[in-house]
Protein backbone atom coordinates (compact mmCIF):
# COMPACT_ATOMS: atom_id res chain seq x y z
CA UNK A 1 0.00 0.00 0.00
CA UNK A 2 1.47 3.47 -0.78
CA UNK A 3 1.88 6.04 2.06
CA UNK A 4 -0.64 9.03 1.17
CA UNK A 5 1.48 12.44 0.63
CA UNK A 6 0.84 14.54 3.41
CA UNK A 7 -1.13 17.96 2.64
CA UNK A 8 -0.44 20.81 4.72
CA UNK A 9 -4.27 22.25 6.21
CA UNK A 10 -5.38 25.42 4.69
CA UNK A 11 -8.61 28.01 4.19
CA UNK A 12 -8.98 29.03 0.63
CA UNK A 13 -12.00 31.28 -0.43
CA UNK A 14 -13.95 29.35 -3.26
CA UNK A 15 -15.33 31.37 -5.96
CA UNK A 16 -17.88 30.41 -8.50
CA UNK A 17 -18.99 31.41 -11.74
CA UNK A 18 -17.23 34.57 -13.04
CA UNK A 19 -13.93 35.76 -11.62
CA UNK A 20 -14.25 38.58 -8.95
CA UNK A 21 -12.00 40.50 -7.04
CA UNK A 22 -10.55 37.54 -5.41
CA UNK A 23 -10.04 35.69 -8.61
CA UNK A 24 -11.65 32.95 -9.78
CA UNK A 25 -11.55 29.29 -8.36
CA UNK A 26 -9.26 27.30 -9.75
CA UNK A 27 -10.08 23.67 -11.32
CA UNK A 28 -6.61 21.63 -12.38
CA UNK A 29 -6.67 18.84 -14.92
CA UNK A 30 -3.42 16.88 -15.01
CA UNK A 31 -1.69 17.36 -18.57
CA UNK A 32 -0.56 13.39 -18.74
CA UNK A 33 -0.21 13.71 -22.51
CA UNK A 34 0.33 16.13 -25.66
CA UNK A 35 -1.21 15.10 -29.23
CA UNK A 36 -1.40 11.35 -27.69
CA UNK A 37 1.70 10.76 -26.43
CA UNK A 38 2.16 10.59 -22.34
CA UNK A 39 4.46 13.66 -21.06
CA UNK A 40 6.48 11.21 -18.92
CA UNK A 41 7.36 9.20 -21.96
CA UNK A 42 9.03 12.31 -23.41
CA UNK A 43 10.81 13.61 -20.41
CA UNK A 44 12.26 9.56 -20.19
CA UNK A 45 13.68 9.19 -23.01
CA UNK A 46 14.51 12.98 -23.94
CA UNK A 47 15.39 14.19 -20.36
CA UNK A 48 13.98 17.00 -18.71
CA UNK A 49 14.22 19.97 -19.36
CA UNK A 50 12.78 19.24 -22.63
CA UNK A 51 10.81 21.59 -25.56
CA UNK A 52 7.54 20.05 -27.27
CA UNK A 53 6.06 21.22 -30.42
CA UNK A 54 3.27 20.10 -31.48
CA UNK A 55 2.70 19.66 -35.29
CA UNK A 56 -1.20 19.77 -35.28
CA UNK A 57 -1.46 22.26 -33.61
CA UNK A 58 1.04 24.45 -35.73
CA UNK A 59 -0.95 23.50 -38.78
CA UNK A 60 -4.52 24.19 -37.35
CA UNK A 61 -3.40 27.60 -35.75
CA UNK A 62 -2.07 28.19 -39.53
CA UNK A 63 -5.48 26.60 -41.49
CA UNK A 64 -7.36 29.36 -38.74
CA UNK A 65 -6.04 32.63 -39.42
CA UNK A 66 -5.83 31.87 -42.97
CA UNK A 67 -9.60 30.84 -43.16
CA UNK A 68 -9.86 33.96 -41.23
CA UNK A 69 -8.46 36.60 -43.46
CA UNK A 70 -8.93 34.62 -47.04
CA UNK A 71 -12.48 34.40 -46.72
CA UNK A 72 -12.52 37.97 -45.98
CA UNK A 73 -10.29 39.29 -48.33
CA UNK A 74 -9.55 38.28 -51.91
CA UNK A 75 -5.56 37.99 -51.97
CA UNK A 76 -3.80 36.71 -48.94
CA UNK A 77 -0.32 35.90 -48.11
CA UNK A 78 1.13 34.81 -45.00
CA UNK A 79 5.42 35.82 -44.16
CA UNK A 80 6.39 33.23 -41.27
CA UNK A 81 8.13 35.82 -38.60
CA UNK A 82 11.96 33.89 -38.55
CA UNK A 83 12.84 35.79 -35.33
CA UNK A 84 9.59 34.25 -32.82
CA UNK A 85 10.80 30.75 -33.62
CA UNK A 86 13.68 29.38 -36.37
CA UNK A 87 13.97 25.94 -35.49
CA UNK A 88 13.94 25.02 -39.02
CA UNK A 89 10.94 22.30 -38.41
CA UNK A 90 9.00 24.88 -36.93
CA UNK A 91 9.72 27.17 -40.14
CA UNK A 92 9.09 24.46 -42.47
CA UNK A 93 5.94 23.16 -41.26
CA UNK A 94 4.23 27.03 -41.93
CA UNK A 95 6.26 26.83 -45.62
CA UNK A 96 4.65 23.51 -46.43
CA UNK A 97 1.44 25.52 -45.36
CA UNK A 98 2.17 28.16 -47.79
CA UNK A 99 3.56 30.88 -46.00
CA UNK A 100 6.53 32.66 -46.99
CA UNK A 101 9.34 33.88 -44.69
CA UNK A 102 10.00 37.24 -42.96
CA UNK A 103 13.43 37.78 -41.91
CA UNK A 104 15.33 41.21 -40.20
CA UNK A 105 18.85 40.03 -40.46
CA UNK A 106 21.47 38.74 -42.93
CA UNK A 107 21.91 36.12 -40.44
CA UNK A 108 17.75 35.02 -40.58
CA UNK A 109 18.42 35.93 -44.23
CA UNK A 110 20.93 32.82 -44.34
CA UNK A 111 18.49 30.42 -42.15
CA UNK A 112 15.40 31.09 -44.78
CA UNK A 113 17.16 30.32 -47.97
CA UNK A 114 19.11 27.68 -45.89
CA UNK A 115 15.34 26.14 -45.41
CA UNK A 116 14.81 25.94 -49.32
CA UNK A 117 13.10 29.40 -49.63
CA UNK A 118 13.43 30.93 -52.77
CA UNK A 119 14.71 34.42 -52.66
CA UNK A 120 11.47 36.13 -53.91
CA UNK A 121 9.72 34.84 -50.88
CA UNK A 122 11.96 36.28 -48.77
CA UNK A 123 10.65 39.53 -46.82
CA UNK A 124 13.36 41.32 -45.45
CA UNK A 125 12.47 43.80 -42.62
CA UNK A 126 14.13 45.86 -39.87
CA UNK A 127 16.97 48.69 -39.84
CA UNK A 128 20.12 46.65 -40.05
CA UNK A 129 20.73 45.48 -43.08
CA UNK A 130 24.23 45.54 -44.00
CA UNK A 131 25.30 46.11 -48.38
CA UNK A 132 26.13 42.29 -48.15
CA UNK A 133 22.71 41.46 -47.17
CA UNK A 134 21.26 44.03 -49.33
CA UNK A 135 23.01 43.25 -52.37
CA UNK A 136 22.28 39.70 -51.53
CA UNK A 137 18.70 40.42 -50.93
CA UNK A 138 18.64 42.46 -54.65
CA UNK A 139 20.45 39.70 -56.23
CA UNK A 140 17.75 36.92 -55.06
CA UNK A 141 14.74 39.51 -56.03
CA UNK A 142 13.39 39.45 -51.92
CA UNK A 143 11.55 42.24 -51.14
CA UNK A 144 13.28 44.74 -49.44
CA UNK A 145 11.27 46.72 -46.97
CA UNK A 146 13.14 50.01 -46.69
CA UNK A 147 13.49 51.36 -43.08
CA UNK A 148 15.48 54.66 -43.34
CA UNK A 149 17.08 56.85 -45.99
CA UNK A 150 20.74 55.70 -45.39
CA UNK A 151 19.29 52.02 -46.57
CA UNK A 152 17.75 53.94 -49.33
CA UNK A 153 20.96 55.27 -50.68
CA UNK A 154 22.85 52.13 -49.58
CA UNK A 155 20.44 50.51 -52.23
CA UNK A 156 21.01 53.35 -54.87
CA UNK A 157 24.51 52.87 -54.74
CA UNK A 158 24.31 49.01 -55.26
CA UNK A 159 22.03 49.34 -58.08
CA UNK A 160 24.78 51.43 -60.34
CA UNK A 161 27.10 48.40 -59.04
CA UNK A 162 24.73 45.30 -59.82
CA UNK A 163 22.78 46.48 -63.02
CA UNK A 164 19.01 45.04 -61.30
CA UNK A 165 16.35 46.39 -60.15
CA UNK A 166 15.85 46.45 -56.70
CA UNK A 167 11.82 44.90 -55.46
CA UNK A 168 11.43 47.72 -52.83
CA UNK A 169 8.46 48.95 -50.19
CA UNK A 170 8.81 51.26 -47.02
CA UNK A 171 7.85 50.81 -43.66
CA UNK A 172 5.77 52.99 -42.30
CA UNK A 173 5.02 54.15 -38.72
CA UNK A 174 1.28 55.87 -37.76
CA UNK A 175 -0.42 57.09 -34.86
CA UNK A 176 -3.25 53.95 -34.13
CA UNK A 177 -4.55 55.31 -31.05
CA UNK A 178 -1.98 53.12 -29.16
CA UNK A 179 0.62 54.47 -26.82
CA UNK A 180 3.65 53.98 -26.75
CA UNK A 181 3.62 54.50 -30.79
CA UNK A 182 5.92 52.70 -32.48
CA UNK A 183 8.02 55.44 -34.15
CA UNK A 184 11.55 53.71 -34.06
CA UNK A 185 11.29 52.11 -37.03
CA UNK A 186 10.43 53.03 -40.86
CA UNK A 187 9.01 57.06 -42.11
CA UNK A 188 6.29 58.65 -40.03
CA UNK A 189 2.70 58.96 -41.93
CA UNK A 190 1.81 62.06 -39.98
CA UNK A 191 4.96 64.50 -40.13
CA UNK A 192 5.84 63.76 -44.19
CA UNK A 193 8.59 61.23 -43.90
CA UNK A 194 6.64 58.71 -45.63
CA UNK A 195 5.75 60.59 -48.67
CA UNK A 196 9.22 62.10 -48.90
CA UNK A 197 10.75 58.90 -48.84
CA UNK A 198 7.99 57.60 -51.61
CA UNK A 199 8.61 60.72 -53.72
CA UNK A 200 12.53 59.63 -54.01
CA UNK A 201 12.07 56.04 -54.35
CA UNK A 202 9.15 57.21 -57.14
CA UNK A 203 11.88 60.06 -59.04
CA UNK A 204 14.70 58.00 -59.02
CA UNK A 205 13.40 55.57 -61.02
CA UNK A 206 15.97 53.13 -60.43
CA UNK A 207 13.47 50.75 -58.17
CA UNK A 208 10.33 49.15 -58.15
CA UNK A 209 7.89 49.94 -55.82
CA UNK A 210 6.29 47.49 -55.03
CA UNK A 211 4.71 47.53 -51.37
CA UNK A 212 3.53 49.54 -48.75
CA UNK A 213 4.58 48.25 -44.79
CA UNK A 214 3.15 48.97 -41.55
CA UNK A 215 3.92 47.14 -37.83
CA UNK A 216 2.32 48.95 -35.29
CA UNK A 217 3.15 47.34 -32.05
CA UNK A 218 3.65 43.88 -30.10
CA UNK A 219 0.89 41.87 -28.81
CA UNK A 220 -1.91 44.03 -29.45
CA UNK A 221 -5.06 43.43 -27.36
CA UNK A 222 -7.17 45.35 -29.56
CA UNK A 223 -7.95 44.51 -33.30
CA UNK A 224 -8.96 48.56 -33.77
CA UNK A 225 -5.77 50.21 -34.15
CA UNK A 226 -4.91 47.32 -37.08
CA UNK A 227 -7.50 49.50 -39.10
CA UNK A 228 -6.49 52.59 -38.44
CA UNK A 229 -3.28 51.50 -39.87
CA UNK A 230 -4.96 49.13 -43.14
CA UNK A 231 -7.02 52.77 -43.77
CA UNK A 232 -3.60 54.88 -43.70
CA UNK A 233 -1.81 52.49 -45.90
CA UNK A 234 -4.49 52.22 -48.15
CA UNK A 235 -4.57 56.12 -48.41
CA UNK A 236 -0.88 56.03 -49.51
CA UNK A 237 -1.38 53.49 -52.19
CA UNK A 238 -4.31 55.67 -53.71
CA UNK A 239 -2.08 58.68 -53.25
CA UNK A 240 0.56 56.96 -55.73
CA UNK A 241 -2.07 56.25 -58.19
CA UNK A 242 -3.15 59.82 -58.65
CA UNK A 243 0.38 61.22 -58.25
CA UNK A 244 2.54 58.49 -60.01
CA UNK A 245 -0.82 56.52 -61.78
CA UNK A 246 1.54 53.47 -60.03
CA UNK A 247 -0.20 50.94 -58.12
CA UNK A 248 1.15 48.89 -55.49
CA UNK A 249 1.16 45.18 -55.30
CA UNK A 250 0.98 44.69 -51.62
CA UNK A 251 -0.04 45.70 -48.28
CA UNK A 252 1.99 44.34 -45.39
CA UNK A 253 0.12 45.22 -42.33
CA UNK A 254 2.87 43.34 -40.25
CA UNK A 255 2.45 41.08 -37.19
CA UNK A 256 1.50 41.99 -33.10
CA UNK A 257 -1.02 39.45 -33.10
CA UNK A 258 -2.06 38.63 -29.55
CA UNK A 259 -1.43 35.08 -28.43
CA UNK A 260 -3.73 33.78 -25.78
CA UNK A 261 -0.72 33.81 -22.76
CA UNK A 262 -2.17 36.26 -19.94
CA UNK A 263 -0.01 39.32 -19.04
CA UNK A 264 1.27 39.74 -15.50
CA UNK A 265 -1.02 41.73 -13.73
CA UNK A 266 -4.05 40.99 -16.22
CA UNK A 267 -7.53 40.78 -14.39
CA UNK A 268 -8.84 38.52 -16.66
CA UNK A 269 -7.32 35.49 -18.80
CA UNK A 270 -6.38 36.12 -22.35
CA UNK A 271 -8.30 33.63 -23.42
CA UNK A 272 -11.48 35.47 -22.62
CA UNK A 273 -10.17 39.08 -23.88
CA UNK A 274 -7.58 38.98 -26.32
CA UNK A 275 -8.81 39.40 -29.88
CA UNK A 276 -9.41 36.25 -32.53
CA UNK A 277 -8.21 35.79 -35.95
CA UNK A 278 -11.27 36.65 -36.79
CA UNK A 279 -11.62 40.29 -35.16
CA UNK A 280 -8.26 40.62 -36.15
CA UNK A 281 -9.25 40.34 -39.77
CA UNK A 282 -12.45 41.85 -39.79
CA UNK A 283 -10.49 45.53 -39.18
CA UNK A 284 -8.21 45.07 -41.51
CA UNK A 285 -9.75 43.43 -44.53
CA UNK A 286 -13.10 46.12 -43.61
CA UNK A 287 -10.20 49.08 -43.75
CA UNK A 288 -9.15 47.69 -47.31
CA UNK A 289 -12.23 47.13 -48.89
CA UNK A 290 -13.58 50.62 -47.48
CA UNK A 291 -10.76 52.61 -49.17
CA UNK A 292 -10.38 54.40 -52.61
CA UNK A 293 -8.15 51.59 -53.93
CA UNK A 294 -9.84 50.68 -57.21
CA UNK A 295 -11.54 47.16 -56.84
CA UNK A 296 -9.60 46.17 -59.69
CA UNK A 297 -6.09 46.51 -58.29
CA UNK A 298 -7.04 45.68 -54.84
CA UNK A 299 -3.47 44.78 -53.61
CA UNK A 300 -2.35 41.66 -51.89
CA UNK A 301 -2.79 41.29 -47.90
CA UNK A 302 0.74 40.36 -46.33
CA UNK A 303 0.52 39.20 -42.73
CA UNK A 304 3.73 38.31 -40.59
CA UNK A 305 2.00 36.96 -37.83
CA UNK A 306 4.24 35.29 -35.31
CA UNK A 307 3.45 34.98 -32.12
CA UNK A 308 -0.14 34.47 -32.37
CA UNK A 309 0.52 31.28 -35.05
CA UNK A 310 3.19 29.41 -32.57
CA UNK A 311 2.44 30.08 -28.87
CA UNK A 312 0.06 27.52 -28.56
CA UNK A 313 2.03 25.19 -30.44
CA UNK A 314 4.82 25.11 -27.60
CA UNK A 315 5.29 23.56 -24.26
CA UNK A 316 8.66 23.16 -21.90
CA UNK A 317 8.70 20.20 -19.83
CA UNK A 318 10.59 20.12 -16.13
CA UNK A 319 10.97 18.56 -12.91
CA UNK A 320 10.50 19.63 -9.27
CA UNK A 321 13.65 19.82 -7.48
CA UNK A 322 12.84 21.36 -4.35
CA UNK A 323 10.16 22.33 -1.81
CA UNK A 324 10.86 25.20 0.81
CA UNK A 325 8.84 28.01 2.65
CA UNK A 326 9.87 31.48 2.21
CA UNK A 327 10.36 33.91 5.28
CA UNK A 328 6.96 34.55 5.12
CA UNK A 329 5.89 31.16 5.53
CA UNK A 330 4.71 31.13 1.47
CA UNK A 331 5.35 27.93 -0.32
CA UNK A 332 8.23 27.96 -2.97
CA UNK A 333 9.17 25.38 -4.92
CA UNK A 334 11.80 25.21 -7.19
CA UNK A 335 12.17 23.70 -11.09
CA UNK A 336 14.82 22.82 -13.48
CA UNK A 337 13.52 25.24 -16.00
CA UNK A 338 15.36 28.75 -15.58
CA UNK A 339 14.37 32.14 -17.23
CA UNK A 340 17.10 31.43 -19.66
CA UNK A 341 15.03 29.22 -21.02
CA UNK A 342 11.72 30.78 -20.81
CA UNK A 343 12.44 34.51 -21.42
CA UNK A 344 8.41 35.23 -21.43
CA UNK A 345 8.07 34.02 -17.49
CA UNK A 346 9.17 37.92 -17.47
CA UNK A 347 5.78 38.99 -18.81
CA UNK A 348 3.28 36.16 -19.09
CA UNK A 349 1.35 34.52 -16.00
CA UNK A 350 2.05 31.22 -18.11
CA UNK A 351 0.23 28.00 -17.61
CA UNK A 352 1.60 25.43 -15.73
CA UNK A 353 -0.38 22.14 -15.37
CA UNK A 354 1.22 19.00 -12.95
CA UNK A 355 1.68 16.23 -15.45
CA UNK A 356 0.79 13.35 -12.84
CA UNK A 357 -2.24 13.03 -10.68
CA UNK A 358 -2.95 15.13 -7.96
CA UNK A 359 -5.46 16.11 -5.22
CA UNK A 360 -7.80 19.14 -5.21
CA UNK A 361 -5.77 20.75 -2.02
CA UNK A 362 -4.39 24.04 -3.43
CA UNK A 363 -1.85 26.43 -2.49
CA UNK A 364 -0.37 29.47 -3.41
CA UNK A 365 2.85 29.00 -4.63
CA UNK A 366 5.93 31.10 -5.81
CA UNK A 367 7.58 29.11 -8.60
CA UNK A 368 11.62 29.22 -8.90
CA UNK A 369 14.23 28.25 -11.38
CA UNK A 370 17.69 26.71 -10.90
CA UNK A 371 19.64 29.54 -11.70
CA UNK A 372 21.89 31.27 -9.06
CA UNK A 373 20.08 34.76 -9.28
CA UNK A 374 17.35 36.16 -7.43
CA UNK A 375 15.28 37.15 -10.60
CA UNK A 376 14.44 33.75 -11.75
CA UNK A 377 11.11 33.51 -10.74
CA UNK A 378 9.05 31.24 -13.58
CA UNK A 379 5.98 32.36 -11.53
CA UNK A 380 5.54 34.84 -8.82
CA UNK A 381 2.11 33.38 -7.48
CA UNK A 382 0.47 30.18 -8.57
CA UNK A 383 -2.06 28.30 -7.13
CA UNK A 384 -0.84 25.29 -7.54
CA UNK A 385 -1.54 21.54 -5.63
CA UNK A 386 1.68 20.43 -3.34
CA UNK A 387 4.49 19.40 -6.26
CA UNK A 388 6.70 16.32 -4.68
CA UNK A 389 10.34 16.49 -5.34
CA UNK A 390 10.82 14.28 -8.92
CA UNK A 391 7.06 15.18 -10.21
CA UNK A 392 7.08 17.20 -13.51
CA UNK A 393 4.83 19.77 -14.98
CA UNK A 394 4.28 21.14 -17.88
CA UNK A 395 4.76 25.10 -18.85
CA UNK A 396 2.04 26.26 -21.74
CA UNK A 397 2.20 28.38 -24.57
CA UNK A 398 6.11 28.46 -24.87
CA UNK A 399 5.95 28.25 -28.87
CA UNK A 400 7.06 32.19 -30.01
CA UNK A 401 10.66 33.81 -28.70
CA UNK A 402 11.48 31.28 -26.17
CA UNK A 403 13.69 29.19 -28.75
CA UNK A 404 15.29 32.45 -30.29
CA UNK A 405 15.93 34.31 -27.33
CA UNK A 406 17.04 31.45 -24.88
CA UNK A 407 20.93 31.60 -23.14
CA UNK A 408 23.58 29.31 -22.34
CA UNK A 409 23.67 30.34 -18.58
CA UNK A 410 24.88 28.20 -16.00
CA UNK A 411 22.91 25.17 -17.45
CA UNK A 412 22.96 24.39 -21.01
CA UNK A 413 19.89 24.35 -23.22
CA UNK A 414 17.80 21.43 -23.85
CA UNK A 415 16.64 19.10 -26.53
CA UNK A 416 13.57 20.50 -28.97
CA UNK A 417 11.40 17.51 -30.21
CA UNK A 418 8.12 17.89 -31.73
CA UNK A 419 4.80 15.58 -32.11
CA UNK A 420 4.26 14.93 -35.47
CA UNK A 421 0.77 14.76 -36.78
CA UNK A 422 0.97 10.46 -36.54
CA UNK A 423 2.04 10.92 -33.01
CA UNK A 424 6.05 10.56 -33.88
CA UNK A 425 8.50 12.25 -31.65
CA UNK A 426 11.45 13.68 -33.97
CA UNK A 427 14.04 15.52 -32.48
CA UNK A 428 14.55 19.21 -33.99
CA UNK A 429 17.20 20.57 -32.04
CA UNK A 430 20.05 18.32 -29.98
CA UNK A 431 20.78 19.23 -26.59
CA UNK A 432 23.97 21.49 -26.14
CA UNK A 433 26.71 18.99 -24.66
CA UNK A 434 30.37 20.43 -23.17
CA UNK A 435 31.14 20.48 -27.04
CA UNK A 436 28.79 23.04 -28.18
CA UNK A 437 30.79 25.90 -25.58
CA UNK A 438 34.07 24.48 -25.84
CA UNK A 439 34.64 24.46 -29.79
CA UNK A 440 34.45 28.25 -29.84
CA UNK A 441 36.92 28.57 -27.48
CA UNK A 442 40.27 29.48 -27.89
CA UNK A 443 42.90 29.61 -25.12
CA UNK A 444 45.98 31.31 -25.52
CA UNK A 445 48.82 29.40 -25.15
CA UNK A 446 50.69 30.79 -22.02
CA UNK A 447 47.36 29.99 -20.04
CA UNK A 448 46.71 26.68 -21.53
CA UNK A 449 48.61 25.16 -18.00
CA UNK A 450 48.69 25.69 -14.81
CA UNK A 451 49.35 24.48 -11.42
CA UNK A 452 47.57 24.29 -8.15
Known sequence: MTKLKYERPLIKRLENAMPNKFGMRTEFVPKTHIDNVAVKDIIEEHGSPVYVISESTLRKTFRNAYRAFSTRYPKVQFAWSYKTNYISAVCNTFHQEGSWAEVVSGFEYDKA???????????????DKTEDDL????KNKSLIHIDHLDEYYMILNLVEELNIRPQVAIRVNMDTGIYPMWDRFGF??????????????MMSKKMDLIGLHAHIGT?????????VAATKLADLAVGLKQKYDH?????DLGGGFASKNTLKGAY??????NPTFDDYAEAITSALLNSNIHPDHL???ILETGRALVDDAGYLLGTVIANKRSSTGKRTTVLNIGVNLLFTSFWYDHKITPAQEFSHHVEDTVLYGPLCMNIDVIRDNASLPPLSKGDNVVIHRVGAYNMTQWMQFITLRPKVVMITEDSKVEVIRKGEDMSSISNFE????HLSTFEL
Open 188 to 201: NYENGQAWDALNKI
Open 299 to 301: PTL
Open 247 to 251: YVKYI
Open 135 to 138: RMAI
Open 113 to 127: RGNGVDGRYIIFNGP
Open 442 to 445: KIPE
Open 219 to 227: YMMTAEPYG
Open 268 to 273: LPAEDT
